[in-house]
C-alpha cells in the first residue's frame, strides 16, 4: 500500500469555489511515523469572514434552487466518492492513524451520507391542516436556514464532514466547514468531490486554522451565519454555546460519551466478546461511541474477561495504511500519553491493567489494555479514554448493572448484550442514552437518526431528522 497522498489532495482553503493560499502553514503529521505528510492552509479570522461572504453570496440561487438539483448533485458526489474509495480511506489512514479496515469502513459510511441525503433532498414534506376551530387554515412550510457553520473533529474526518455537508446540501444551505487540525486533508479532499460533482462556487466552504477560537468566535458573530453544527468534545461544545447563545443561534451538537457496554446474565458470551471488540477497538478506541466502560454480569466475568483479552491479543498493531494490521496509531503522541495517563492513575487506584499485545515503540502507538478489578466510579468509568483501554467492573444485581450504567452525564449510546432481543430492548428502555445496540457492537447508520441525550449533545444527525437541523419551520395561517 503507497504511503503517498492521492493526487488530488488540496492543501489550500476553498472559497468561493477558488483554491487560496494563504500566508502562514499549518503541518500536518502522519502519527505512525510523526513524517510531514503535508503543509496546508492556516487561515486567519479575516479569511473565516470572507468565507462567510462567499457562503452568503451562494445562498441566494442554492437556497431557492430545486431538491431534484442539489439531490443529484449529492448523487454524484456519491458516486464519485465510491469510485475513489480507496484514495480516501488512505487519507484517512494516513493523518489520522487509523487501520486500513476502519478507514474503509469509514470512507464507505462517510459516502453513504451523500447518498442518504440526495434522497432525503426530495423528500421533505410540509403540511397543511385544517385549524380545529375552524377559523382558518395551518400551513407547515420548511425552509434552508442560510449559512452554516460546520466544525468537526479528528476521529472520523470523513463522516463527520459528510454527515453535516450533506444534510446542509439536501436542505438549500451553504456551508463553512472547518475541520480539526490535525486532519484536515480528508475534509478537503471531499470538498474537491462536492465540487467536481458540480457543487456551484460558494456552496462548499473549507477553511483549515490553527486558531480555531478567535477564526470561529469571527464566523459565529458574523449575523449572516445562521447555524452551527458541532461534533467534538463536551468542552468546546459548552464553549461554542456560550457564544451562540448571544445571538440566539440554532447550534447542533454532537459531543463526548462515556458509552457503557452492559452484559447481563444469560448472554452469549462468544458474541458479547464479538461485539466488545468491535465496540471497543474500531478506530482504535477513538469514537464518541465507543464502549468506554464494561459491566459484567458475575456469572459470567470470567469467561468474558478471559476471552475478550485473547482476542484483543491477537490483534496486529502497526501502521494503518499496511492492511496486515488491526490496530493502528492515535492520532498523536499526545493523544496517546493522554490514554496511558489514564491507565497509570488506574494502576494508582489499585486495579490491575493488562498490556495485552505488543506496540511498535516508534510512532502513536499503544497497546490494548485489559483493566480488572475497576471499581464503578474510578477514574477509568468516569472519563471519555478514547482508546483501546476496557475496564471490567463486575455486578451481580442487573439494577445495579443499569444503575451503574446510566451513572455518567453523558448519553451517547449503551451496549446491552441480552439472553435475547425481547429482553435486551426492555433493558434498552431503561438506558438514559440517544441510542442503544442490543446483542452487537456498532449502531451507526445514515439512514438511522445518531444523536445524544444529556451533556452528550443537542439535536440528531442522518436519518429523517439530520435534513431537519438546516431547515426553518414556518407556519402560515390563511383563510382559504
Ligand atoms: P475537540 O477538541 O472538541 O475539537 C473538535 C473541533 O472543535 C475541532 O475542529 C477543533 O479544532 C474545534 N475547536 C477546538 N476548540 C475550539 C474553539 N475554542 N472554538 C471553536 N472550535 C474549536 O474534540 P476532538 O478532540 O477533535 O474530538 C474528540 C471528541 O469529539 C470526543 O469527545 C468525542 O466523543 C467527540 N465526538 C463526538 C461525536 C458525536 O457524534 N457525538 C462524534 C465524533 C467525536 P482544532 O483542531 O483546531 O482544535
Redesign the pocket.
Known sequence: MAISLPERTPTGLLIGGDWLTTATHLEVVNPATLGTLAEIGDASPAEGVQAVQAAHDAFADWGSSSARFRAEILRKAFDIMTAEIEDCARLISLENGKAWKDAMGEATYAAEFFRWFSEEAAHVQGDFRYSPSGDKTIITDYRPMGVAYL??????PAA?AT?KLAPAMAAGCTSIL???????LTALWVADVLERAGAPAGVVNVIT?????????AI?SDPRVATLS????????K??LE?TAQRVLPSS?????NAPFLVLEGADVDSAVEGAMVAKMRNGG?????ANRFYIHASLADEFTTKFEAALRGLKIGPGVDQSNDLGAM?SVK?RDKILEFVQAAESEGTTPTMAGDAPSDGAFIAPYIVRGVEHGSTLTRN?I?GPVAPIVIFEDPADGIRMANDTEYG?ISYVFAKDAGEGIKVARQMESGMVAINRGIASDPAAS???MKE??LGR?GGFDGIHEFLETQYFAVDL
Open positions: 466544525i468537526t473533529p479528528w476521529n472520523f463527520m454527515r472547518k475541520p480539526a487540525q490535525e486532519t484536515p486554522t490553527s486558531t480555531s477560537g478567535p477564526v470561529s468566535e459565529l458541532f461534533t467534538g468534545s463536551t468542552y468546546v461544545g464553549l461554542l457564544q451538537m454532537e459531543l463526548g460519551g477513538s469514537a464518541c461511541t465507543a492520532v493523544e471519555e478514547f451517547l445518531f444523536g445524544g452528550s449533545g444527525e
